[in-house]
């Protein structure tokens, strides 16, 4: 069982235990959803030194205008992780809830201070580099998986792609001991968590169609209906064999035999 995981949750699906707690964060007063915010860009658990010094950076005070102190800002976790918006990770440390972390980052890419606070993690984390749009290229190998989602997670909700293959090769070619972690799962913990139609079609075309085929390879292999991918693929770009194959299987899964026969002779000729 998954240490975030309360006994009062195991008899709630994910998805229902999901909505529920999206739903409290919304309701949270505005210093606290910055808090939750803020963590979910953190993404691993942070200390509260670190997590004061972010929010001070962004310029976020309490309700009466005061700046944030460790004692202050502790009161404030206290209270959400009573409402399991937060749970306890390694070394005792906050961290935003798994179940809502992209939920609550993408809510913060829309609609709030995501730039602010992407500079404020960075900040902490590289205090010796100079940012000016894209992430700087000096390399920063990861050394743990947690760090390794962190940075993964701050080049993709900031749209530098280009950034994103280095950090898997270097986490993969510099750390002997650890699993390594492919581009294609990272992608595919983000976009399921929960599946965003919308959100999957931001990505650039080479992620968003592994991503969709990773999808619909398991969708077969499990026989789930998957219609929001078939709509997909039926939009995509019919200039890969590969993805015709997979068509053909989503049809034939469905009994749309024609739909097939037509697909597969197009393939053929």
């Given amino acids: 069982m998954d240490s975030w995981i309360d006994e009062d949750d195991e008899l709630l699906d994910f998805k229902e235990l999901r909505s529920q707690l999206f739903t409290t964060y919304q309701q949270q007063t505005s210093l606290r959803k910055s808090i939750v915010q803020l963590l979910s860009i953190f993404y691993g658990p942070t200390s509260l030194a670190n997590a004061t010094t972010a929010l001070n950076y962004v310029g976020i005070t309490t ?39 992209e939920q609550v980052t993408r809510d913060v890419v829309q609609s709030g201070p995501f730039e602010p606070m992407l500079q404020a993690v960075r900040n902490i984390f590289h205090p010796h580099r100079q940012y000016s749009g894209r992430v700087n290229r000096i390399r920063h190998i990861c050394r743990s998986k ?4 962190r940075e993964a997670r701050l080049a993709l909700y900031e749209q530098d792609y280009d950034a994103l293959p280095q950090l898997f090769l270097d986490y993969s070619n510099y750390n002997y001991y650890a699993t390594p972690v492919a581009l294609e799962d990272f992608l595919l913990d983000v976009v ?13 075309a080479e992620h968003y169609s592994m991503v969709l085929k990773t999808l619909l390879v398991g969708a077969t292999a499990s026989l789930k209906p998957a219609d929001q991918l078939l709509d997909l693929l039926e939009n995509h770009p ?21 739909e097939a026969e037509v697909i597969l002779d197009k393939t053929v000729d």
């Fill in 192 to 204: 399921n968590n929960p599946f965003d139609v919308t959100w999957l079609q931001r990505l650039p």
């Fill in 63 to 101: 309700k009466t205008g005061k700046t944030i102190t460790p004692s202050s800002l502790k009161t404030q976790i206290t209270g959400l992780i009573n409402d399991k918006l937060l749970i306890y990770g390694a070394g005792h440390l906050p961290q935003c809830h798994p179940l809502i972390v």
């Fill in 146 to 149: 947690d760090e390794l989602y």
């Fill in 238 to 258: 019919a200039d890969s064999s590969e993805f015709n194959v997979l068509l053909v299987e989503q049809y034939l899964l469905r009994n749309r035999l024609t």
